[in-house]
Nanobody, 120 residues
Framework: VQLQASGGGLVQAGESLRLSCVAS????????MGWYRQGLGNQRETVAV???????YYGDSVKGRFTISRDNAKNTMYLQMNNLKPEDTGVYYC???????????????WGQGTEVTVSS
């Protein structure tokens, strides 16, 4: 399985973006899928995660502004980002853990990053 992230861009503070992460094959099961970001000079941090049981996790800095979701029919995961702030600037990556697709089990897979820049 490969993941393809898209939807990044340059926006002004207060605006919104929706990131998409499309899987190359149908994912029958997974342990967790999520979004991570890395700002310039910073370590990669967890933004939002969906776990297999349906529970959601959000980083403290994005709670109330970002929403993670999945569309199983489209093999796609989304990150709706509202009220963006300059500190949200960075490269956003999607990741899936503990994937079963067809008869293949994959421990984890990262998508390529999509860049988000928020100007003040």
């Amino acid at each position: 399985v490969q993941l393809q992230a898209s939807g990044g861009g340059l926006v002004q503070a207060g605006e919104s973006l929706r990131l998409s992460c499309v899987a190359s094959r149908r994912i029958a099961r997974f342990d967790a899928m999520g979004w991570y970001r890395q700002g310039l000079g910073n370590q990669r941090e967890t933004v939002a995660v969906i776990r297999s049981g349906g529970s959601l996790y959000y980083g403290d800095s994005v709670k109330g502004r970002f929403t993670i979701s999945r569309d199983n029919a489209k093999n796609t995961m989304y990150l709706q980002m509202n009220n963006l702030k300059p500190e949200d600037t960075g490269v956003y990556y999607c990741k899936a853990d503990g994937i079963i697709s067809g008869s293949v089990h994959t421990n984890y897979v990262w998508g390529q990053g999509t860049e988000v820049t928020v100007s003040s």
